[in-house]
């Protein structure tokens, strides 16, 4: 699940909008903030994939496929598994 205090609150309010009797206006404005900011993590997310993807491609070919890198390919998992949860 993507973790952010902003998500987090527009989820709250979104799930109580029965009770705060909403616009039709109103909850599509938060569901488009919730959206936003599902999209904007998540392409943080792609975006540090891609760099320790790069980091793992220039030290196996700088070391001629002697290291290893292990300490990145486990992050990268780490974030394989936040995207896709």
Do not use: R, W
């Amino acid at each position: 699940m993507l973790d952010s205090p902003k998500l987090n609150a527009l989820l709250m309010l979104h799930s109580s909008t029965n009770a705060l009797n909403l616009t039709v206006l109103q909850e599509q404005v938060i569901i488009a903030s919730l959206t936003f900011i599902a999209k904007y993590t998540l392409d943080g997310l792609k975006k540090q994939k891609n760099d320790i993807s790069k980091v793992i491609s220039q030290k196996k070919k700088d070391s001629k496929g002697a290291d290893k890198c292990e300490e990145e390919i486990a992050k990268s998992k780490e974030i394989d598994e936040s995207i896709h949860s």
